[in-house]
């Protein structure tokens, strides 16, 4: 690493703790199409399901800032400013890549990666994509295989992004992470289901095959301002209807749109809500 270039990484080091979780986007679906002109503006990403994970120049955290134990290994070469990314195995290996971050077991992370989409303080009023250049820079000179980017691709139109989006689907991925270029807490989220969080407050008993077993969570949340309790029965494996989620947990849902009633259409359980 040259000099210009350590400096310019020390000077940035002293004020980026304060930038560390602040502003962090939680991004809308993609409900109503931009038009071709607006998308320009944006670029896009596949959505990755695993654990957010956020390097703040010093540890790895969680999003809402609880310590996630990495092997000192491989930690080794990360940079000295904030990386926001998914801890990640794989396409549709959440539960895995849960699993090895809770067990710490250091062997496991080997197969783990942080996949990175944003970069945070090291530049003002700069655009994603040249944060991101700004990680790559840095990469070159200080190696590891445990950081990856996501690739940003700028959109050209609404048929560029749909035929990108379909390809995600046909590879087994969730969806399209969709972000402005330049004003980074503007985003959209484009899959083929809306998802949403609720509280576990009670279960109603199993019947036939699941006699004796968990039959539905009924769960709670605050729905366009209104609190609403509601049944999710669908989704759970044996295992879970055997041990399902414990009072207060929060869960993770699948759904598509409301009933008159307001409350979710169709909810399926995908997962307790961890690593948050």
Known sequence: ??????????????????????????????????????????????KLDGVRGIWDGKSLKTRNGNPIKAPKFWLDNFPPFILDGELWLRRDAFAQTLSVIKN??????????????????????????????????????????????????????QMHLEKFYQSVLEKGGEGVIIRNNTISNIGYKLKPFMDAECIVQGYTQGRGRNARKLGAVIC?????????????????????????????????????????????????????????
């Not at 942080?114 to 040249?130: A, N, S, W």
């Not at 209104?226 to 699948?254: A, L, V």
């Open 220 to 276: 709670e949340a605050t729905i366009n301002g209104i609190q609403k309790r509601f049944k999710i029965g669908s989704g759970f494996s044996d295992r879970e209807r055997e041990n399902p989620p414990k009072i207060g947990t929060k869960i993770t849902y699948k759904y598509q749109g409301y009933t008159k009633n307001g409350i979710p259409r169709f909810p399926i359980f995908l997962r307790v809500r961890e690593g948050d």
């Open 1 to 46: 690493m040259n000099k210009a270039y350590k400096l310019k990484i020390l000077i940035l080091f002293f004020f980026i703790w304060n930038l560390a979780f602040a502003g962090i986007p939680r991004f809308q679906f993609y409900k109503t199409p931009l038009d071709d002109t607006e998308l320009k503006a944006f670029v896009m990403s596949e």
């Open 104 to 157: 710490t077991i250091p062997k496991q992370w080997e197969q783990i990666t942080l996949q990175v989409f944003d970069v945070r303080g090291v530049c003002k009023d700069c655009t994603l994509q040249t944060r991101l250049n700004i990680l790559q820079e840095y990469l070159e000179n200080n190696p590891s295989k445990f950081i990856k980017i996501i690739p940003q691709i700028p959109i050209e139109n």
